[in-house]
């Protein structure tokens, strides 16, 4: 019965299945030999030992399976093994295998997969799996077995340290690759674990989403990106660190994914309308709108450089409230983003790190955590605040957040978190309808 089935249907089916699975199926019959065969192979995905480098050059040099590899993932460590003692060991047949990924004729998807914790140097670093070193050094040889794939569409990096050495992108063969990338999506992971650090442990981060993601990643790929994520694995991003995006602009961008952005000026919103010629997929994940903050000379002068100091003994601390709702930004996506088919709002996994794999598999909601307050480095509510009750869809248990000057004599503000679940929620559902609509009107 399955057999009867058109050709493309048939794929269709295979494509859904494990690769368990996929093994039972190609002893069924010789007819899907070829159907689970084209599947499983479509992937290869190396780990950092020589048995496995040994089966990745197998399928390199065999003729019939060779031309079946399109996606290849290089993973720097091992999930199964929980050695924190130091660098691995960059094994010589690890790096034969991405020098040598430019022979998989049909290559186009190539994904590097870094160890979660990073740093270079202070008294953690003992905790870090692989140093900045060792990352380097990976990523040399990655971009340079990248650089002679004519063919190469996609290019995926996870965790990518804010840290990383400026001899990488200095170097002739990431600027090569990064030049003809059409689909680039980045998790950044950060040296620090969380957001609530002083401004000198932000200093890389700082760095790099002001100085190396908009000039080193995104403008080299401006004209030809068609996809789009980035990601901030530890911490929140957009107003601090701050990134500034306005000086990019895609013209050919259809899919945007943004992992942990805060959100503070309207301008964040119009730089996301300024691509509704084009954008087909939007998916703000675990993105809050800061409505009020309390913030330190460092992180004024980057904003709002005009506002009033609000301390009178010594050292700077500026309030704002913003008056941006998601009620407010989600009628101007249905308006002003006239192509777009899939959109979800919400909050992935990010207590088990797969919310960047899985961004498009989301759940669509008004998320809790869609409204947040930031005091002098701390985002309130934090993730680790739960919701009211069972639903996570309610607004957060903190209705309040009271900033304070050091002095109990200095000024003091109580601000309320905002209290538009019904209108943001209608909004939603209004968005959504407009996006399905499109949808099947498109297939």
Request: hydrophobic share 40%; net charge neutral.
């Given at each position: 019965?399955?057999?009867?089935?058109?050709?493309?249907?048939?794929?269709?089916?295979?494509?859904?299945?494990?690769?368990?699975?996929?093994?039972?199926?190609?002893?069924?019959?010789?007819?899907?030999?070829?159907?689970?065969?084209?599947?499983?192979?479509?992937?290869?995905?190396?780990?950092?030992?020589n048995?496995?480098?040994?089966?990745?050059s197998?399928?390199?040099?065999?003729?019939?399976?060779?031309?079946?590899?399109?996606?290849?993932?290089?993973n720097?460590?091992?999930?199964?093994?929980?050695?924190?003692?130091?660098?691995?060991?960059?094994?010589?047949s690890?790096?034969?295998?991405?020098?040598?990924?430019?022979?998989?004729?049909?290559?186009?998807?190539?994904?590097?997969?870094?160890?979660?914790?990073?740093?270079?140097?202070?008294?953690?670093?003992?905790?870090?799996?692989?140093?900045?070193?060792?990352?380097?050094?990976?990523?040399?040889?990655?971009?340079?077995?990248?650089?002679?794939?004519?063919?190469?569409?996609?290019?995926?990096?996870?965790?990518?340290?804010?840290?990383?050495?400026?001899?990488?992108?200095?170097?002739?063969?990431?600027?090569?690759?990064?030049?003809?990338?059409?689909?680039?999506h980045?998790?950044?992971?950060?040296?620090?674990?969380?957001?609530?650090?002083?401004?000198?442990?932000?200093?890389?981060?700082?760095?790099?989403?002001?100085?190396?993601?908009?000039?080193?990643?995104?403008?080299?790929?401006?004209?030809?990106?068609?996809?789009?994520?980035?990601?901030?694995?530890?911490?929140?991003?957009?107003?601090?660190?701050?990134?500034?995006?306005?000086?990019?602009?895609?013209?050919?961008?259809?899919?945007?994914?943004?992992?942990?952005?805060?959100?503070?000026?309207?301008?964040?919103?119009?730089?996301?309308?300024?691509?509704?010629?084009?954008?087909?997929?939007?998916?703000?994940?675990?993105?809050?709108?800061?409505?009020?903050?309390?913030?330190?000379?460092q992180?004024?002068?980057?904003?709002?450089?005009?506002?009033?100091?609000?301390?009178?003994?010594?050292?700077?601390?500026?309030?704002?409230?913003?008056?941006?709702?998601?009620?407010?930004?989600?009628?101007?996506?249905?308006?002003?983003?006239?192509?777009?088919?899939?959109?979800?709002?919400?909050?992935?996994?990010?207590?088990?790190?797969?919310?960047?794999?899985?961004?498009?598999?989301?759940?669509?909601?008004?998320?809790?955590?869609?409204?947040?307050?930031?005091?002098?480095?701390?985002?309130?509510?934090?993730?680790?605040?739960?919701p009211?009750?069972?639903?996570?869809?309610?607004?957060?248990?903190?209705r309040?957040?009271?900033?304070?000057?050091?002095?109990?004599?200095?000024?003091?503000?109580d601000?309320?978190?905002?209290?538009?679940?019904?209108?943001?929620?209608?909004?939603?559902?209004?968005?959504?309808?407009?996006?399905?609509?499109?949808?099947?009107?498109?297939?």
């Amino acid at each position: 019965m399955f057999f009867q089935f058109p050709l493309e249907l048939q794929q269709q089916c295979v494509q859904s299945l494990d690769v368990a699975t996929l093994k039972s199926f190609r002893t069924v019959s010789k007819r899907a030999l070829p159907l689970a065969t084209e599947v499983l192979f479509d992937t290869v995905n190396l780990l950092p030992t020589n048995a496995s480098a040994a089966k990745y050059s197998h399928i390199l040099n065999n003729a019939q399976l060779n031309p079946l590899v399109r996606r290849a993932i290089f993973n720097t460590s091992d999930p199964a093994v929980l050695d924190r003692r130091g660098d691995p060991e960059f094994l010589d047949s690890f790096k034969d295998a991405m020098c040598s990924m430019t022979r998989f004729r049909h290559l186009k998807n190539v994904e590097l997969k870094f160890a979660g914790a990073c740093g270079r140097h202070g008294p953690w670093a003992f905790l870090v799996l692989e140093s900045n070193v060792f990352r380097v050094c990976v990523l040399k040889a990655f971009f340079a077995g990248l650089e002679p794939i004519i063919q190469l569409e996609s290019l995926t990096i996870k965790n990518l340290q804010v840290g990383t050495h400026e001899s990488v992108y200095n170097w002739d063969s990431f600027q090569s690759v990064i030049s003809k990338v059409k689909r680039l999506h980045l998790q950044i992971a950060s040296e620090t674990l969380n957001h609530q650090g002083r401004y000198r442990e932000f200093r890389h981060a700082q760095h790099f989403f002001q100085a190396d993601l908009a000039p080193r990643w995104l403008q080299p790929t401006h004209a030809q990106l068609t996809h789009l994520t980035l990601y901030a694995g530890q911490m929140k991003w957009g107003f601090w660190p701050s990134c500034d995006l306005r000086s990019i602009h895609f013209p050919a961008l259809k899919s945007l994914a943004l992992g942990n952005w805060t959100i503070v000026h309207e301008w964040q919103i119009e730089w996301l309308l300024s691509h509704g010629s084009t954008l087909v997929e939007l998916v703000p994940d675990d993105c809050p709108i800061v409505t009020a903050l309390m913030m330190n000379d460092q992180q004024i002068t980057l904003h709002w450089p005009d506002l009033p100091n609000l301390c009178q003994r010594g050292g700077g601390h500026y309030f704002k409230e913003v008056a941006l709702r998601w009620h407010h930004a989600l009628p101007r996506f249905q308006s002003a983003l006239p192509r777009l088919c899939y959109f979800a709002m919400g909050r992935g996994d990010w207590v088990a790190q797969t919310m960047f794999e899985d961004r498009y598999d989301m759940l669509t909601r008004c998320h809790w955590g869609r409204y947040c307050m930031f005091d002098r480095g701390k985002l309130t509510p934090g993730d680790g605040v739960a919701p009211r009750s069972g639903d996570s869809s309610k607004g957060p248990p903190i209705r309040k957040l009271r900033f304070e000057i050091g002095d109990p004599n200095d000024w003091k503000e109580d601000v309320a978190f905002p209290t538009c679940d019904e209108e943001d929620t209608e909004a939603l559902a209004s968005l959504l309808a407009s996006v399905e609509k499109r949808a099947r009107a498109k297939v």
